[in-house]
């Protein structure tokens, strides 16, 4: 998953494969965890 900004807050980015499995819809909420030790930064 990709953060990114979105105005003044982030937003996570899914990635094609897991919208087609789970069909989230706008309006709709999701849970993640998130863990520093996993976090990769790229570029």
């Not at 003044?8 to 709709?28: I, Y």
């Amino acid at each position: 998953m990709k953060i990114a900004n979105w105005g003044d807050s982030l937003a996570v980015c899914l990635a094609a494969s897991v919208v087609e499995a789970l069909e989230p819809k706008e309006g709709d909420f999701a849970q993640t965890h998130l863990r520093k030790d996993l976090v990769k930064r790229y570029g």
